[in-house]
């Protein structure tokens, strides 16, 4: 059965859908069968894999509102093990929509459940807000997966996050945990980062990813060509770095193919 993982902050512009992409690519690479699911509004995964705005396409809207078949919304990418559910602006409506609906926390989980059998990782793109559609998500998922900048700013609303990872177990998914924090457009000469940096590993232990992400112009570029970076640029030092942070989630959730899918990732970059 595939894991899903939402990738979530409420601050925005802490690189979330940028790690959605590249996260899913990176295990489509190691020939991993992956889902990503655009569920914000804004649709920049959608439009980063390609994909333009379509208001009539089935998108995670009908999923939510139960109005689609979840098979019906899946879409082919570039990469042959990578699909998507895109998002579509109408989106915004489902938080409204949603508000007096029937399981309205479960509509996403209960879409997903046929498709957990056909891939490994189905990977949630949130919206920078905690809103229905973040909810939605985190009651789906299996684990939370944190970027977030090395700032102090970022240490604050981490806690709020927490909060609300916390109240999701406790009354809608006691199975919730956090997949990791990974810290983006990281800069490590700059002694705030490397105090950051030491502070999250207090405060968070193991589950502070090995893995960093750098400032890098290349991971900027890759959606406006509609790309994943390890497409537009595989030798970039952005798109190797989320080849290395899919390696490290995939060798703690398939031990037996690590090695083989890290092997196929490698030939991949």
């Known amino acids: 059965m595939g894991r899903i993982i939402a990738v979530a902050n409420q601050k925005g512009g802490v690189g979330k859908t940028t790690t959605a992409i590249n996260l899913a690519a990176s295990f489509a690479a190691a020939e991993v069968n992956t889902l990503l699911v655009d569920c914000d509004p804004q649709s920049n995964a959608t439009s980063g894999l390609g994909l333009v705005r379509d208001p009539e396409r089935i998108s995670t809207y009908h999923l939510l509102m139960g109005a689609a078949s979840p098979e019906l919304g ?3 990418t570039e990469l042959e093990q990578l699909w998507l559910v895109p998002a579509h602006k109408n ?3 489902a938080n409204l929509e949603l508000v007096e609906a029937e399981r309205r926390e479960f509509r996403l989980r209960d879409a997903l459940s046929g498709l957990r059998e056909r891939y490994q990782f189905i990977v949630l793109d949130c919206p920078p807000a905690l809103d229905l559609l973040t909810l939605n998500a985190l009651v789906a998922a299996d684990a939370v997966l944190i970027p977030m900048q090395a700032e102090y700013f970022a240490l604050e609303g981490i806690s709020e996050l927490m909060d609300t990872v916390d109240r999701i ?24 980062a490397q105090q950051v940096m030491a502070e999250l590993k207090r405060f968070f232990g193991e589950k502070l990813c090995e893995t960093t992400i750098p400032r890098n112009i290349r991971l900027a570029e890759a959606p406006s060509h509609g790309r994943p970076a390890l497409l537009y640029d595989p030798r970039s030092k952005g798109a190797e770095s989320y080849i290395r942070l899919a390696k490290e989630i995939i ?6 193919e690590a090695g083989a899918q890290g092997q196929e990732m490698d030939k991949t970059a």
């Open 74 to 76: 899946v879409q082919a």
């Open 251 to 256: 060798a703690h959730h398939l031990p037996v």
């Open 91 to 93: 989106l915004i409506g």
């Open 169 to 192: 177990r406790s009354s809608f998914n006691p199975e919730l945990t956090i997949e990791g924090v990974v810290l983006t457009m990281l800069d490590e000469r700059t002694n705030l």
